[in-house]
């Protein structure tokens, strides 16, 4: 059965680093996301992606976020400059249409 | 902006026994609902999904919703739970957007199955 994955599981960084998490979203999906889930809080909406550009992004989701899709198969999250409020965990999910939202196994960002 | 309330955010239940999860959310307009559960240390699971037709939805490991229209709500219920059902469950609505259609989620319900 296709599955959303992302790597790496766990990522460490310091404070100011820029880092990029990856996502190899379901083939034939057209629709891409990313969502954030702080421990013990709810899942959080960041952005939504689809032909090849933005189409929705939150209040959360300013000018240190971006997302790229550098090839036919991976969607990336880069935060240019890491704060510690940015330790979350964060989900890759894509669609093929309006409707269900597969999710990838999350990574989690830990901001020292 | 859709908003989506759990009224619970822990239910401990008996092995065996019934749990009910309590999901209400905020929509004048048609809704694609959703219920997801998150096991310790894992990703989000669909659990079940609510489109179009018949108001009562059957999910996996035998959970089911009802969505009502009239009362806004989405309750997700089993009749009889086991220990590995011990998670965080997560009630969604789907946003259409002008052009995304993100997913706004309620705050969790964490799930306690003791024997």
């Known amino acids: 059965e296709p599955e959303v994955t992302q790597t790496p599981s766990h990522q460490v960084t310091q404070m100011g680093q820029e880092v990029i998490l990856r996502c190899v979203p379901i083939?034939?999906?057209?629709?891409f996301y990313w969502y954030r889930q702080i421990l013990g809080q709810k899942v959080e909406f960041l952005v939504s992606?689809?032909?090849?550009?933005?189409?929705?992004k939150s209040e959360i989701f300013d000018d240190q976020f971006s997302v790229e899709r550098p090839d036919g198969s991976n969607f990336t999250l880069k935060i240019r400059s890491t704060k510690l409020e940015d330790s979350a965990m964060y989900f890759c999910?894509?669609?093929?249409?309006?409707?269900?939202?597969?999710f990838g196994p999350g990574t989690r960002l830990t901001v020292l | 902006a859709q908003s989506v309330t759990q009224l619970d955010s822990q239910v401990p239940v008996f092995e065996e026994a019934p749990v009910e999860l309590r999901c209400n959310y905020s929509s004048s307009v048609s809704v694609y609902l959703f219920w997801y559960v998150q096991y310790p240390n894992q990703g989000l699971q669909l659990l079940l999904k609510?489109?179009?037709?018949?108001?009562l939805v059957k999910g996996i490991n035998g959970f089911e919703a009802e969505f009502n229209k009239s009362q806004t709500s989405f309750h997700l219920r089993k009749p009889s739970v086991h220990i590995s059902d011990t998670a965080e469950y997560f009630c969604a609505v789907l946003d259409f957007g002008a052009a995304g259609n993100k997913l706004t989620f309620g705050g969790g319900t964490r799930v306690l199955v003791k024997p």
């Open positions: 992606f689809y032909n090849n550009e933005i189409s929705e």
């Open positions: 999910a894509s669609s093929d249409s309006l409707g269900e939202q597969f």
């Open positions: 609510y489109l179009s037709g018949s108001t």
């Open positions: 083939s034939n999906h057209l629709y």
